[in-house]
């Protein structure tokens, strides 16, 4: 079936480094797409989104790619901080409702 | 604070047993959800309420049971509890997709380990 693509891999980065997070989805109905950062104990939090009629969004650090021919999202983290340590997720969207579907996570870890 | 929360954060059980679980939302939003997050970290919404009303029901056994006494609470009963339900339950509001945006607000979780 058709899914948001992620199985959880792990990212180690340095202190001040910039992250990139990588996502591929295979429903190119899919016209929105949001990230999600969720820490040790706690419920996902919304870092970002993007509408499928844009190919790029800024937000403060944080960076988010969208490129529907080849049906890729990446978040792009600038300056990591050890505050950014935490497991993030791509999710896809479409506009016939208000269903998520989410990928499989990433684990970022920040290096001091 | 405006938020969703949930209760309890922590279950333990045996299994066999009925157990519920609640959330409430202040957030003003009409559609709320209920999410299994297992031990990989996958997240699978399970259900979906608007305005009271079911919309989405994946494929969940029918021992889950969503209850939506009005649109700020969704709770979530499961009955006959096995071993396969531990895992982490979210829940989550959002405005309707008609409104233009899909952002979902999660709780923190309840975990559940059955025993």
């Known amino acids: 079936g058709e899914s948001v693509g992620l199985h959880l891999p792990t990212l180690s980065v340095q202190e001040g480094d910039n992250s990139i997070i990588n996502c591929a989805y295979s429903?190119?109905?899919?016209?929105?797409f949001i990230w999600y950062k969720q820490e040790s104990g706690k419920g996902p939090q919304f870092i970002i989104d993007?509408?499928?009629?844009?190919d790029k969004r800024q937000g403060q650090r944080v960076t988010v790619l969208l490129n529907k021919t080849v049906k890729h999202l990446s978040l792009q983290i600038a300056a990591t901080q050890p505050g950014d340590s935490a497991v993030y997720f791509c999710?896809?969207?479409?506009?016939?409702?208000?269903?998520?579907?989410f990928g499989g996570g990433t684990r970022l870890m920040v290096k001091p | 604070d405006t938020a969703v929360s949930q209760t309890p954060k922590y279950l333990v059980t045996q299994m066999g047993n009925d157990k519920s679980i609640k959330c409430e939302q202040n957030?003003?939003?009409?559609?709320m959800y209920w999410y299994k997050q297992d031990s990989k970290k996958f997240l699978k919404i399970m259900f979906s309420?608007?305005?009271?009303?079911?919309?989405i029901n994946e494929t969940v056994p029918n021992r889950f049971s969503p209850k939506s006494p009005d649109k700020a609470h969704l709770n979530l009963h499961i009955n006959s509890l096995e071993l396969g339900d531990s895992a982490v339950y979210f829940c989550?509001?959002?405005?309707?997709?008609?409104?233009?945006?899909?952002?979902?607000?999660f709780g923190p979780g309840t975990r559940l380990t059955v025993t």
């Open positions: 989550a509001s959002s405005h309707t997709a008609l409104a233009g945006s899909y952002e979902q607000y």
């Open positions: 429903n190119s109905a899919s016209d929105y």
């Open positions: 993007i509408r499928s009629n844009m």
């Open positions: 999710a896809e969207g479409r506009n016939a409702g208000n269903m998520l579907t």
């Open positions: 957030l003003g939003h009409d559609t």
């Open positions: 309420y608007n305005n009271k009303e079911l919309i």
